[in-house]
């Protein structure tokens, strides 16, 4: 699976966007983006993914370069409750077995 | 909730005892996946199965570790003599199919003492 890269930690603003960045320079042409996001001892939870197009459904936005090089998390309207480690993904294929390799992710702090 | 639930959701035991947790997926899914994580880290894959067969498992599963799925559902994964760099959390995940989204159960905390 290619690697991601993310900042450590960012702050955002309630009711505030907030754009996460992601880079996946070495990402292949089968390959598709997934996030994630983890809230303090909760598990992992699922909030969108894509392939080469902008994708959006009731949580975010998610923005994929047309390089498909980066990409960006957008969160519309950002609550305290979206305080988390939000984990970029690039999702392998068959050989790679569907797992999901995290990385380090982001850790956001929405702040009132 | 997410439909996935997993059994204990803590555990404290000595360093050499035998810990077994459980995870129930999300009824129709075929695939289910175990992860570990340790603090501060993202969540490590560990072994995954496709109805009842493992078809994978990570440099991470030692020989201590052994995981089942004996009817296609639930799941078991054992840590024999447990030591203390086994303090994790250990998380299980299913899905439909490969290519859709993981569904996380809320953990299973080990500690060894």
């Known amino acids: 699976d290619a690697k991601t890269t993310q900042p450590p930690s960012m702050d955002c603003a309630e009711g505030r966007a907030a754009n996460l960045p992601c880079n996946h320079s070495?990402?292949?042409?089968?390959?598709?983006v997934y996030w994630y996001r983890q809230i303090h001892s909760q598990g992992p939870q699922y909030i969108i993914h894509g392939l080469k197009n902008n994708e959006t459904n009731e949580m975010a936005s998610l923005i994929i370069t047309e390089d498909r090089k980066s990409s960006t998390l957008i969160l519309p309207h950002a609550t305290l409750r979206d305080t988390a480690v939000y984990y970029c993904i690039v999702r392998g294929g068959q050989a790679a077995g569907n797992k999901l390799t995290f990385g380090g992710g982001t850790r956001v702090l929405v702040k009132p | 909730d997410t439909g996935v639930s997993q059994n204990p959701r803590h555990k404290i035991t000595k360093r050499g005892q035998n810990v077994t947790f459980r995870c129930d997926p999300i009824s129709e899914h075929n695939r289910l996946y175990w992860y570990r994580q340790t603090l501060g880290q993202g969540p490590e894959f560990l072994t995954y199965?496709?109805?009842?067969?493992?078809?994978?498992k990570s440099r991470l599963l030692s020989d201590r570790f052994s995981a089942e799925r004996p009817k296609g559902s639930f799941s078991t994964l054992e840590i024999q003599r447990t030591e203390q760099g086994d303090s994790a959390m250990y998380l299980c995940?299913?899905?439909?199919?490969?290519?859709?989204?993981?569904?996380f159960g809320p953990g299973t905390r080990l500690t060894v003492l």
């Open positions: 995940a299913s899905s439909r199919g490969g290519y859709n989204e993981q569904f």
């Open positions: 199965f496709q109805n009842e067969a493992q078809l994978e």
């Open positions: 070495t990402i292949s042409g089968n390959e598709y």
